[in-house]
């Protein structure tokens, strides 16, 4: 399991297909979960997505991850929510820098 940034939007996934290195490598199965309430997620769908389109990746130590698969549910210790929010807001000031113009610079 991991914290990623795909299309911009900071997602819990689990990457079933070894993850490669090169940008042209086949696509890769990311099943991603929405966020439910406080420390719990749940599954929302599976995607093919390549690893160009996975941005920044954090991965997950799996002892603060309870998984339950049967119905989809993750359970994540208080510390990975705390990571997950500082993991938020450098995605939302890197965001927030590249949609500025630089100094001097009309649009």
């Keep these: 399991f991991a914290f990623a940034t795909i299309r911009g939007v900071v997602c819990l996934v689990q990457i079933t297909t070894p993850r490669s290195v090169g940008p042209t490598s086949a696509p890769l199965d990311v099943t991603i979960f929405r966020h439910e309430f406080v420390s719990m997620w749940r599954y929302s769908?599976?995607?093919?997505l390549y690893p160009s389109e996975i941005g920044a990746f954090v991965a997950l130590d799996t002892q603060s991850v309870?998984?339950?698969e049967d119905n989809g549910t993750i359970f994540l210790?208080?510390?990975l929510m705390s990571?997950?929010?500082g993991f938020m807001d450098a995605s939302t000031k890197s965001r927030a820098s590249r949609s500025r113009p630089a100094a001097g610079r009309q649009w």
Aim: proline share 0%.
């Design 45 to 48: 769908h599976t995607v093919q």
């Design 66 to 68: 309870r998984y339950e």
């Design 77 to 79: 210790a208080k510390d």
């Design 83 to 85: 990571h997950l929010k």
